[in-house]
């Protein structure tokens, strides 16, 4: 079964950082893009970030740019996905998503996880 | 001024037809593909339509969409109670570079 498990949300307090990550199953990893999409509370979704198949290419959104880092480990034991992000606001504070991409990185988000939740607060 | 636009509400009755639509610009729905979302409180979005008007596997053909210049539309036939839900159009910003969403829409199910 395709399956994406999001892990490491949490209260962090503003200006702190926290490590995401994204454990794939089910597919060959190293054959997608791999997405982060989040949601604030009472908001809708909005894109974070994205990273192709080998780590080549990356792209941001404007309001994590020189925030949060993305990468990725394609190695068979690994298979995972990751979103470090420093000097964190409250603004940041959301549910974060994982998602697979239908292709190469342009193709759109076809799977999700169900989301880790990162709270910053003091 | 949002990169893409979708009005915040939209209704129907069970068995009526609801179209949604999504307002972008020539730098997103214009040059590029438009995909839509479903979510669901509680759960993770789910991939609706994908380049415009493709559905997935497992997708019923009640749900169908369609684009015409910078503008996108999602179309629910036969509606039914569990159809309610936030609806997302999403599609490449090449100005941006990068993925952006519309607003999202609430549908309501009278």
């Known amino acids: 079964e395709v399956q994406l498990v999001e892990s490491g949300g949490g209260v962090v307090q503003p200006g702190g950082s926290l490590r995401l990550s994204c454990a794939a199953f089910?597919?060959?990893?190293?054959?997608?893009?791999m997405h982060w999409v989040r949601q604030a509370p009472g908001k809708g979704l909005e894109w974070v970030s994205v990273?192709?198949?080998?780590?080549?290419?990356?792209?941001?959104a404007d309001p994590v740019k020189g925030r949060f880092t993305i990468s990725r480990d394609n190695t068979k034991n690994q298979n995972s996905l990751y979103l470090q992000m420093n000097s964190l606001t409250a603004e940041d504070t959301a549910l974060y998503y994982c998602?697979?991409?239908?292709?190469?990185?342009?193709?759109?988000?076809?799977?999700w996880g169900q989301g880790t939740t990162v709270t910053v607060s003091s | 001024q949002p990169v893409m636009t979708q009005s915040p509400s939209a209704s129907g009755t069970p068995g009526q037809r609801v179209t949604i639509s999504c307002s972008g610009r020539?730098?997103?729905?214009?040059?590029?593909?438009v995909n839509w979302y479903q979510h669901l409180p509680g759960m993770a979005p789910k991939l609706l339509i994908y380049?415009?008007?493709q559905r997935p596997s497992g997708v019923p053909d009640r749900f169908s969409g369609s684009k015409s210049g910078t503008s996108a539309s999602l179309a629910i036939s036969g509606l039914q109670s569990e159809d309610e839900a936030d609806y997302y159009c999403?599609?490449?910003?090449?100005?941006?570079?990068?993925?952006?969403f519309g607003g999202g829409t609430k549908l309501t199910v009278l």
């Open positions: 998602a697979r991409d239908r292709g190469l990185l342009w193709g759109g988000m076809d799977v």
């Open positions: 089910g597919f060959t990893f190293d054959d997608y893009a």
């Open positions: 990273i192709s198949w080998d780590g080549g290419r990356i792209y941001y």
């Open positions: 020539s730098s997103n729905i214009g040059s590029n593909a």
């Open positions: 380049s415009d008007n």
């Open positions: 999403a599609a490449w910003d090449d100005s941006l570079n990068g993925w952006v």
